[in-house]
């Protein structure tokens, strides 16, 4: 079956190789950037394709692609909500506008792309969100207090939307990839160093700086098989609510787990005792 997708951030890393997927799947893509010219440029000309402007921090530009597409292709079936940077650092040293920005861009950027498209999707009664999170949505890491709190964010909101969006046959998948050779960690382009500096983080600060520079192009997942992967759920009739991505994850997620239910069962007496005695 051929669908319509609209995919965000598609003019470079994860989400060119998400577009090409599902055009080589004969599928129809809306790719969307900040420059719609590089996402021409990284896909090439294809009557399937329509590349479009978009900064996903913009409520009015999102509303107005989504009518781009729907005036184009008739439909939209599946989005893929991709677009997304990392405002590295420890949390004292990211200044508030750093944090602000953060969550401007990695969360409420989905929500505005996603509130535009809905109700396209309920007038059909059909639909599929996915949202890429990370694992760092899911698992704390040193150096991501901004970035981790705005994918924790982004698995709070999809969690609960599929309840709202279910009844009218929209379905909802979480994608939380591992490290994965994109240009996430391209410096400059999604990499934002932090604003501030104290004199108790510099060291860290710096050592951790360069580890992540070093890191970059080392990635182990092949992002064109995160995309044919998505292509595979997206045309299940019923696709996972969350998806991990990479092995790296599975077992970061598997070890987050346990984590949770030794915690809940250290202290299960104590949280037990917690009702009224009138109860």
């Known amino acids: 079956m051929t669908n319509v997708w609209f995919i965000t951030g598609a003019a470079r890393g994860m989400?060119?190789?998400?577009?090409?997927?599902?055009?080589?799947?004969?599928?129809?893509v809306v790719a969307t950037?900040?420059?719609a010219a590089k996402v021409t440029a990284a896909?090439?000309?294809?009557?399937?394709l329509l590349?479009?402007?978009?900064?996903v921090t913009d409520a009015a530009a999102s509303a107005a692609a989504v009518e781009a597409a729907v005036g184009r292709f008739g439909s939209i079936d599946v989005l893929v909500n991709n677009a997304g940077n990392f405002y590295a650092g420890y949390f004292e040293e990211i200044s508030d506008k750093q944090f602000r920005a953060q969550m401007e861009t990695n969360f409420f950027g989905p929500l505005n792309v996603t509130?535009?498209?809905?109700?396209?999707?309920?007038?059909?009664?059909?639909?599929?969100?996915?949202?890429?999170?990370?694992?760092?949505g899911i698992i704390g890491q040193e150096f991501c207090a901004a970035y981790a709190a705005s994918k924790f964010a982004l698995e709070g909101w999809m969690e609960s939307l599929q309840y709202d969006v279910q009844p009218y046959g929209i379905h909802t998948t979480i994608v939380e990839p591992g490290f994965f050779r994109t240009e996430l960690l391209v410096?400059?382009?999604?990499?934002?160093?932090?604003?501030?500096s104290i004199e108790d983080y510099a060291e860290?600060?710096?050592?951790?700086?360069?580890?992540w520079k070093a890191m970059n192009g080392q990635q182990g997942g092949d992002p064109t098989k995160l995309g044919s992967a998505l292509v595979t759920i997206a045309a299940m009739d019923t696709p996972p609510l969350r998806f991990v991505a990479g092995a790296d994850?599975?077992?970061?997620?598997?070890k987050k787990a346990q984590l949770l239910l030794d915690q809940v069962e250290a202290h299960r007496d104590l949280s037990s005792t917690m009702a009224l005695d009138n109860a």
Request: charged letters at 25%; zero cysteines.
């Open 15 to 28: 989400g060119v190789d998400l577009a090409r997927a599902a055009l080589d799947a004969g599928h129809r």
């Open 51 to 55: 590349a479009l402007p978009l900064d």
């Open 204 to 211: 860290r600060t710096s050592q951790t700086i360069n580890a």
């Open 33 to 35: 950037a900040r420059d």
């Open 187 to 196: 410096e400059g382009a999604s990499s934002i160093w932090p604003e501030l």
């Open 115 to 136: 509130r535009a498209i809905l109700p396209v999707m309920r007038k059909q009664r059909r639909g599929h969100v996915i949202t890429l999170t990370s694992a760092a």
């Open 249 to 254: 994850v599975v077992a970061g997620v598997e």
């Open 43 to 48: 896909l090439g000309d294809n009557e399937n």
